[in-house]
């Protein structure tokens, strides 16, 4: 008797102790959704209907987090002319689908006009539903996948992490079935290379775009973009999961990982190390996480910090988004950076992400600066320095076209892209950093037809001379409103057009637009070449 009352009681235990719980992605009113999504947020996609064109690629229900990746096209949240709303994924799009800490999934369901064609990595897929006992899922929709209108997620999990075990067998043993996220040390995520990861560490810097962190085998970054939809500090203890890229020299995780905080840690940064100007030099060329401390110059150009140390002649410090309140100098400020270095980008620049940064001797207060009235002419880092928040300011800047940002969590592409809204500019033909490169808005018309990589890849690393206003253009310094441009490697002036025609359209030879021809010289005009003697 005694033993039956003991086992009911132990089967009662593990009852109570595997408790179902449910998370809801309810897209149809993206209102409530966490992040949530308001009619502000939608832009005009045409046809009457309004499409989702934001940052926000991952949410949160109940501790659980679902985070989509781009396929074909940018996943979004979509908005129809008669006001109901859907999730879209397209083809070769990934979802991943975590579970609170300690935490398993055991089913998932979706509802939606179309939803199909799609695999998991783990479990058992029935139409549109999932299966199977995991702490996240990922699913993959196929190359031939049509346009997935997805109206809302459920999910079931156990709230304690674990499943009731099976008691039909006799004997003691593991679960079968039970799949839990790979952990492996930083360690061992940088050894591995590029690719799928999961590790586990603490947060020991952070900077506007995301933080590094590290577990006492190694660190690594976790770049979240310019809109992290989890922040954190130093001492979180994070999980995080996805897929890592070299860039800058160095491995990293990128905006779609999946960060899940689970405690917080006690924070204690190493000794750091003096660096000097020939040390600055060789960092270009063996790029490593390093906690630093050098002296230099400091310059401030839009939100650009940099650091010229004395000696350095091939490199220059390079303070990246720093969060308010970490850099209080001024321009022409000598300044003591600490903080840890996080790879080079263009060949030039040690970046860094700053800790502390000192004043050592004070700069000047940075005087307001003066909007030209008439179009000037600009290098790509020229535009950049003249970008002033707030300001419209009439420019023709000159640069190599190198690819687009996807507006789908601001990602530059280099290269092949997907965008035909907009081009990236940079002095570099071979660049790969977004912060040395200017966005040029690419409206819809003659200018996007005539421009944009889509459909004419041949423009890759093709210099081009643009006419247009400096203003700021996702969330930093753009080219908006373009008027003319002109291809700068002996195409000719004849390749010059104008957006939007009018009875004489007149523009010099200089992109400026004027009114009347007061002097010989040659001209555009309603976006023809005039020769006028």
Not at 50 to 67: I, P
Not at 98 to 120: L, R
Not at 312 to 328: L, M, R
Not at 400 to 410: D, E, F, K, L, T
């Amino acid at each position: 008797m005694k033993k039956f009352l003991l086992s009911i009681l132990c089967l009662f235990s593990i009852i109570s102790y595997a408790t179902a719980d449910e998370a809801k992605f309810d897209f149809t009113k993206p209102s409530g959704l966490t992040p949530s999504i308001t009619d502000d947020m939608f832009t005009d996609g045409g046809s009457g209907a309004l499409q989702y064109e934001t940052s926000v690629t991952t949410f949160t229900s109940n501790g659980v987090t679902l985070n989509t990746t781009n396929g074909s096209t940018a996943s979004r949240i979509w908005k129809a002319a008669k006001g109901t709303y859907d999730l879209r994924v397209y083809k070769t799009a990934t979802m991943t689908i975590a579970a609170p800490t300690g935490s398993v999934i055991t089913a998932i369901a979706f509802t939606g006009g179309t939803v199909n064609t799609f695999s998991a990595n783990s479990g058992t897929v029935d139409g549109k539903n999932w299966t199977g006992s995991a702490s996240s899922v990922v699913f993959t929709w196929a190359d031939n996948a049509s346009t997935q209108k997805i109206n809302d997620i459920t999910v079931t999990f156990s709230t304690d992490g674990s499943v009731t075990p099976d008691q039909g067998g006799e004997g003691e043993g593991e679960d079968e079935g039970e799949t839990e996220v790979a952990f492996t040390t930083i360690a061992e995520v940088l050894a591995a290379g590029a690719g799928n990861a999961a590790t586990k560490g603490t947060v020991v810097a952070t900077y506007a775009r995301g933080f590094l962190m590290s577990d006492g085998t190694g660190s690594i970054l976790v770049f979240q973009g310019t809109s992290p939809a989890v922040t954190t500090a130093v001492g979180d203890a994070v999980n995080v999961s996805g897929t890592t890229s070299i860039y800058g020299g160095l491995l990293q995780f990128g905006n779609t990982a999946v960060v899940t905080k689970t405690g917080t840690a006690t924070v204690s940064h190493p000794t750091a190390t003096a660096m000097d100007g020939a040390a600055m030099d060789a960092y270009l060329e063996a790029p490593a996480i390093k906690y630093v401390e050098y002296t230099g110059t400091l310059t401030i150009s839009g939100t650009y910090y940099n650091v010229a140390v004395e000696g350095a002649t091939k490199s220059t410090g390079s303070i990246q988004y720093p969060k308010d309140g970490v850099v209080t100098a001024t321009s022409g400020a000598k300044v003591k950076v600490t903080g840890y270095l996080i790879g080079v980008s263009s060949s030039k620049y040690v970046n860094t992400m700053a800790v502390k940064v000192e004043v050592i001797e004070g700069g000047e207060e940075p005087e307001e600066p003066e909007v030209p009235t008439e179009a000037k002419e600009y290098t790509v880092n020229e535009a950049l320095a003249a970008y002033v928040d707030g300001k419209q300011i009439p420019a023709i800047v000159t640069g190599y076209i190198v690819g687009a940002m996807n507006s789908n969590g601001y990602v530059p592409e280099f290269g092949a892209t997907t965008v035909n809204t907009n081009l990236l500019l940079s002095d570099d033909p071979e660049e790969d950093a977004v912060e040395n490169c200017i966005i040029v808005q690419l409206p819809a018309g003659d200018i996007r037809t005539a421009l944009n990589l889509v459909d004419h890849p041949e423009y890759f690393q093709k210099e081009i001379k643009i006419t247009g206003s400096i203003e700021k253009y996702f969330r930093q310094a753009g080219l908006k409103n373009p008027t003319a441009y002109e291809f700068t490697d002996g195409t000719g002036i004849e390749d010059v057009i104008i957006g939007e025609t009018a009875t004489k359209v007149i523009f010099d030879i200089t992109g400026r637009r004027i009114d009347h021809i007061t002097k010989p010289g040659i001209y555009i005009v309603n976006g023809k070449k005039v020769l006028v003697k």
